[in-house]
């Protein structure tokens, strides 16, 4: 879809924002797609102060189709500012779709790179070797929302000849004076993996080093985004094809990171085990990137690729799918802990320390002296326990087919939940743990209900205002 067929059907995007209107489940405090459909966020990065966050868009159709990179700012992270899509699929190496990719900021000038999806439906092709091409695509841009024009860097014919035609979403970095661009990939045989290109300009990329896992972790990894906190490197990314153990794994595709020993000069790399970055049952394709403040923020996409979201109730209302809350990471040893953003704060109304909490959007807080085991439902519809070993999620009542995600937990020390219309985040000891969910009650009121054995050092919650 060009720029010009999109001007042409606004008048199809104002009727579906109408039915947007009358939707009891839109979201309040985090970012839903203006009509239509949203997926991964791309090109997050800060620029002279004002955040911009792209993200997968389908504006006319909410169940998936042809993708656009939609466009919001925050200078504060609670008020957003919606711009027209900023890159529009209208190029010969873009033509089905343009798909995900980040951005790099260097003197003063934006460097986006992203997947430009083509598809061929001619039989003669194999799905997995040739059927589509994948090329990785550079946009220069001075300010963010215009540029001159789309160059392509890499096409399937660059990629290294063990791969299938599965390269993308490229992440960009700057290490000892060198660039690096980071890719996701499956190879031929279906083994999941990373590709990493060095470049000395950011425009020409050479071929540097495949990563992966001495045993096969999946057929693909999705998304990458090779990270540094305190010292302690980790790639972030999210492998297709894992299969369920236990209560672990338990969503279709993974989200998650290794922490990862990685030498560039040498081409050296040790990865560690695989760890979850969030146990609920939305969430996938995170991408990360540093603020002014040197803080590094993670967004990610409420949703999963082919899970089975049929039933999900905003589709009839034009409308599906959301992004995270913005959180910010920390890194204990090889653990990643996540926070929502500090500014939310601003969201919440007075402190409230009374049981009865019959408002719709809130965060709750509970500090724990002891907690042997815990009880606790909420919209008497989502229902939240902890055993003594195992936190579960159970949403039988409200996710529309789906039941429960666990996670093991030595200790219960806090939890922190935020319940906007239909989803719920919470934050477990200070977010050593998190859960991200959809969730849809008829009755929205929190209305908190507690018992197990436990003593609480602090209860209390706080109504937070729509952005
Ligand atoms: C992840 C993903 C990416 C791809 C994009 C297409 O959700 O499948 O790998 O670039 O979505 O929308």
Known sequence: MNKTEYLN????????????????????????????????????????GVNHIYYQYTPFDATWGMKLWGHYTTEDWITY?????????????????????????????????????????????DYISAGREQNTILIKS?????????????????????????VR???????????YMVLGARDLDDIGCILIYQSKDLENWDYHMTLTTPEKFGYMWECPNIIEISGQTFLIC???????????????????????????????????????????????????????????ILIGWMGIPDADYTNQPTIDKGWQHALTLPRELKANGKKIYQLPLEEYKKL??????????????????????????????LRDSISLTYDG?????????????????????????????????????IF????????????????LEANPKFSGEYTLNDFKWYELKKF
């Open 9 to 48: 059907r606004l008048d199809e995007q104002k009727k579906i924002q109408e039915l947007m209107k009358g939707d009891k489940y839109t979201l309040n405090f985090h970012l839903i797609p203006p009509s239509g459909w949203l997926n991964d966020p791309n090109g997050l990065c800060q620029f002279n």
């Open 81 to 125: 500012k919606e711009y027209e899509p900023f890159i529009f699929s209208d190029i010969e190496d873009d033509r089905d779709g343009v798909y995900s990719g980040s951005a790099f900021i260097k003197n003063n000038e934006f460097y986006f790179y992203y997947t430009g999806n083509v598809k061929h439906t001619d039989k003669k092709y």
């Open 142 to 166: 001075k300010d963010g929302f215009t540029y001159k024009e789309k160059k392509t860097l890499l096409k399937n014919i660059d990629y290294p000849k063990n791969m299938s035609c599965h």
């Open 169 to 179: 979403d490229p992440q960009i970095f700057e290490k000892n004076d060198n660039y």
């Open 238 to 296: 999210c492998p297709q094809g894992v299969e369920q153990q236990g209560i672990d794994y338990a969503n279709i595709y993974q989200c998650g990171y290794f922490p990862l020993e990685l030498d560039f000069e040498k081409k050296e790399y040790k990865f560690g085990d695989f760890i979850e970055l969030d146990r609920g049952f939305d969430i996938y394709a995170p991408q990360t990137f540093l603020d002014g403040n040197n803080r590094r």
């Open 348 to 377: 919440r109304g007075e402190v409230q320390k009374t049981l009865d909490c019959s408002a719709e959007n809130v965060e709750l807080n509970f500090e724990f002296t002891t907690c042997k085991n815990f009880n606790l439902t």
């Open 389 to 425: 070993s195992v936190f579960t999620l159970d949403l039988e009542k409200c996710g529309f087919g789906r039941k429960t995600r666990s996670v093991k937990l030595k200790n219960l020390i806090d939890i922190q939940i935020f319940l906007d219309n239909s989803s719920i985040e």
């Open 428 to 443: 477990l000891n200070s977010g050593e743990e998190v859960f991200t969910s959809r969730c849809y009650s008829k009755n």
